[in-house]
């Protein structure tokens, strides 16, 4: 459906010209509605402010923390040794009893039941203290 428009004689008369809206072709002036000047370059540099600032807004926020995170994880893989209690991520809880290789730990989950996984599973080292501080009230 399309909508007709009717321009009377009076108004078509009376709009302005084209050409006296569109600047000269060396003009630098700025008009006076406009805050500034809005060239490619000028948006091209706007662009660019923006993505170095969200660059920099994710590596403080995700990028560096998890950093962080990963090399604390290494340096506790390091530090593990034969005795140690430790929790797998699957949520098991164990003593280790040996290393075999650089990959696998056996795990004494309980008296004679040992367990092989794999060294990367260890999330953390269980201290005594909480382990005894946890207690069952039924």
């Given at each position: 459906m399309t909508i007709p428009f009717v321009i009377s004689d009076a108004q078509a008369n009376q709009a302005p010209a084209v050409e006296a809206l569109q600047p000269a072709a060396?003009?630098?002036e700025v008009p006076e509605g406009s805050?500034?000047?809005l060239s490619a370059e000028k948006?091209?540099?706007d662009n660019l402010l923006i993505l170095g600032m969200l660059f920099f807004i994710f590596y403080f926020i995700l990028i560096r923390p998890q950093q962080k995170r990963v090399r604390?994880?290494?340096?506790m893989m390091k530090a593990l040794q034969k005795g140690d209690k430790v929790i797998t991520n699957g949520g098991l809880i164990g003593t280790i009893s040996k290393f075999e290789g650089d990959d696998v730990i056996v795990l004494e989950i309980s008296p004679n039941v040992?367990?092989?996984v794999a060294r990367?599973?260890?999330s953390e080292i269980s201290s005594d203290k909480a382990d005894g501080a946890i207690a069952n009230d039924n």
């Open positions: 060396g003009a630098t805050p500034y000047e948006m091209m540099m604390m994880h290494q340096e040992k367990v092989r990367g599973s260890i």
